[in-house]
């Protein structure tokens, strides 16, 4: 399972106030220049470690351009508006980023909320102007392969669903 990740500050100062910010950007803003560093915390909630179900799954993203597979490689990250199910994917999980023609194959690393400043490798959406990225999902050891050869390796047809996130089994 993949834990969402907030943020703390060290002031300059030394102190470390309470205030537990969602993203980096929420944290740089509400203490402008003042910032020592910025310290990565679980929430309580998600402390616990679930290991990885028995079934082995790839989460499967879907409807996406041959230009949006190859800047997804080259950021490696992929923005979409939809969360994953956390309790389905976990660090280390096969990705497959499909568009018409080829399959972007990759491990997923980890999942964070999307922030302009942060993900500034995709600009705003282009087929549904009116919505804004949501969250950032990071890969490592991508490679594009045919979708083909994809369909063949996986004996899946990868075809999407709504919402464009779905799983399967390998």
């Known amino acids: 399972m993949i834990t969402e990740k907030v943020y703390k500050v060290e002031l300059l100062d030394g102190k470390v106030p309470s205030t537990i910010y969602e993203t980096r950007q929420e944290a740089l803003r509400a203490h402008r220049g003042n910032i020592a560093k910025l310290i990565e915390v679980l929430p309580k909630q998600t ?57 972007l194959e990759a491990t997923i690393t980890k999942l964070e909320k999307y922030e302009k400043g942060a993900h500034h490798h995709w600009k705003g959406p282009g087929y549904r102007p009116d919505k804004v990225w949501k969250w950032a999902l990071f890969h490592k050891n991508g490679k594009i392969i045919s979708r083909k050869s994809a369909e063949n390796k996986y004996n899946n047809s990868l075809k999407g669903t709504q919402g464009g996130i779905s799983y399967i089994k390998l």
Do not use: F
Request: proline share 4%; hydrophobic share 30%.
């Open 47 to 103: 402390k616990k470690k679930i290991e990885p179900t028995s079934d082995q799954l790839a989460i499967v993203i879907s409807a996406r351009s041959n230009e949006d597979l190859d800047i997804s490689k080259d950021c490696g990250y992929a923005v979409m508006y939809n969360c994953p199910k956390r309790d389905k994917i976990y660090e280390g999980m096969r990705y497959l980023e499909v568009s018409d023609e080829y399959v």
